[in-house]
């Protein structure tokens, strides 16, 4: 029953195709190290599902930002729980994001035919920073506010154009309404969305290409 | 390994990976189901008793507005509610008091006394002094409050939905 279910998909679908493809890849012999990427992508996926679970309840306005996350902290059924997950996902996301790319880097796996993989992974670190410097606003508690306001008076030391970057980031001269609103924006439309095509890219090139060896004496 | 009696290492990979990915679903999963549930179980009843003032006050057999708020909280945000009620006191002693709520649909009821009638604007409705149904697409009578008088003082029992 099940079998002739799957051999209806599977002929439409070409998931055995898929399979053989995307998972039944040859890979030399490899170690734990090899296993971040899975767990950043594994992680960004937690990330995705509980920040969506988030804006049930979260409003980005500076006079209901506090006290819904009180709300989901202290009334919402498990919303420590979903809260919990985003705070620390977070974190270790970015310290496996961060260790992947020490690996590669030790490695060399960076090197050709990989540079684009390398360069896409740039961009996904980076992204990930960014998220974690837009959300860290979002509580709209005493640190997050302060913190927002270093950071983004570091990014106005730039010479010449700081000033401007530093309106931009804030929308406006000080920290504002405005300020959340977009760092909301950034947090949950512009930088997943990046994150996501790029990692699309990136599996596509570790598919392609294969992945590299542990380097040895013949290197 | 064909004929080996044990499970191989990718069936033993399978299952693990099986059994983790349902240990991290279930466990990240249910919790997410009432989450999101959440503000439909929680129960919002209350009964309060909300002083009207001194019973002297309101003068005999003339139907007499009261109105007060609530707050009320929200999740994040407070709403204030208003209400209003009719005091009618009938004797010396003895009071009714009815909500201007319309059991049509919502309206509020304004007391007519040239006509000794609550008339609600909305539908036409027409209810007598007591509350009962004269005219108009209304259900039921106006609804009443429990009442009861400490130390000439006089209050409602409000029960919050």
């Not at chain 2, 109105?67 to 009714?96: A, D, I, M």
């Not at chain 2, 604007?121 to 209304?138: T, Y």
Request: net charge neutral.
């Amino acid at each position: 029953m099940f079998r002739r279910l799957f051999e209806w998909l599977d002929e439409r679908l070409g998931l055995t195709g898929i399979h053989d493809v995307v998972l039944d890849r040859k890979v030399p012999k490899v170690n734990w190290w090899f296993t971040l990427g899975s767990a950043s992508l594994f992680l960004f996926l937690l990330q995705g599902i509980t920040g969506i679970f988030l804006t049930v309840y979260y409003v980005p306005s500076p006079d209901h930002a506090y006290d819904s996350v009180q709300y989901i902290m202290n009334e919402v059924r498990f919303g420590w729980l979903i809260r919990g997950i985003h705070h620390w996902g977070a974190s270790l996301m970015v310290l496996v994001v961060f260790i992947h790319m020490l690996r590669t880097f030790f490695y060399a796996a960076y090197k050709y035919p990989r540079e684009l993989t390398w360069l896409s992974g740039v961009i996904l670190l980076l992204a990930t920073l960014g998220m974690g410097f837009t959300g860290y606003l979002l509580p709209w508690n005493q640190r997050s506010y302060w913190a927002t306001t270093v950071g983004t008076e570091i990014a106005g030391t730039v010479p010449v154009v700081g000033p401007f970057i530093l309106s931009v980031l804030r929308g406006g001269s000080e920290l504002s309404a405005i300020t959340l609103a977009r760092f909301f924006a950034v947090h949950i439309w512009f930088l997943p969305a990046l994150i996501a095509a790029t990692i699309g890219l990136h599996l596509y090139l570790v598919i392609r290409l294969g992945i590299s060896h542990i380097p040895d004496e013949s290197d | 390994m064909p004929d080996s009696p044990h499970m191989t290492r990718r069936q033993f990979v399978t299952v693990i990976g099986a059994a983790i990915s349902t240990f991290i679903g279930v466990v990240v999963g249910l919790p997410a189901i009432a989450y999101l549930l959440s503000p439909a179980l929680e129960k919002q009843t209350g009964e309060s008793w909300i002083p009207l003032g001194p019973l002297e006050k309101y003068p005999l057999n003339q139907p007499t507005l009261f109105t007060f708020t609530r707050t009320k909280k929200h999740g994040w945000e407070k709403t204030v509610n208003s209400y209003g009620v009719f005091v009618l006191r009938t004797s010396e002693t003895q009071v009714r008091v009815f909500s201007n709520v319309c059991t049509h649909l919502s309206c509020r009821v304004t007391w007519k006394a040239d006509l000794q009638e609550y008339i609600c604007p909305c539908h036409d409705g027409h209810f007598a002094i007591d509350g009962s149904i004269i005219s108009g697409p209304q259900p039921r009578p106006l609804d009443e409050y429990e009442t009861k008088i400490e130390d000439g003082n006089l209050f409602i029992l409000l029960k919050e939905a």
